[in-house]
């Protein structure tokens, strides 16, 4: 099996579920096409990873995450004042965290994408400051990590919490079970 991401955030989750693959990050373009709704966005670039690192005979897990408020795909900060921005606009207010993911088997595919609502409390100038000093905000598509300093700007979430650190871990393992299922 063949995880086509270089996040650890994913490692972590699949390693940690129990399944053995070996890391082969996707190398391609991941820039949202213009008027692209964020949903399509994950979804095309999960099987664009897939297809990127597929060999014959592979089980390919890809997936793609992105943070969207109002119909806007909030990408990785390409530095701290891009950061701010995003988590000024996620302030006191709802988004949602989603993600797409392809398994590829063979000349078998499935995608699905899972979105998850996610509230963050009022955060001041200081709170704000503070995370940016930690370095999270830094790899992370929306400025942040629930999995770190983070999820203490959670009010509430309503979804799956792995979704919002980078892969739906129960949808995921379902596909998996079901290609393995059939083989």
């Known amino acids: ?3 086509a991401s270089g996040s650890p955030r994913r490692r972590e989750l699949l390693a940690g579920a129990g399944w053995e693959f070996e890391v082969r990050p996707a190398d391609i373009d ?23 690192v597929a060999q014959p005979g592979e089980t390919v897990i890809a997936a793609d995450t992105t943070v969207e408020v109002d119909g806007t795909i909030l990408e990785k900060p390409v530095d701290d004042d891009d950061a701010r921005r995003m988590l000024e606009l996620l302030s006191g207010r709802s988004h949602h965290a989603h993600t797409g993911v392809t398994v590829v088997f063979g000349d078998d595919s499935q995608t699905i994408v899972v979105s998850t609502s996610v509230t963050f409390v009022d955060l001041t100038d200081d709170m704000i400051e503070w995370y940016l000093a930690t370095g999270e905000a830094d790899d992370k598509a929306g400025a942040y990590g629930i999995q770190g300093a983070a999820a203490g700007f959670v009010e509430r979430i309503d979804g799956s919490v792995t979704n919002v650190i980078g892969l739906p871990l129960a949808e995921t393992v379902a596909m998996l079970r079901s290609t393995t299922a059939r083989t």
């Open 1 to 3: 099996m063949v995880l």
């Open 30 to 52: 991941e820039t949202p096409r213009r008027a692209e709704a964020p949903i399509d966005y994950v979804r095309r670039l999960s099987i664009e990873k897939a297809a990127a």
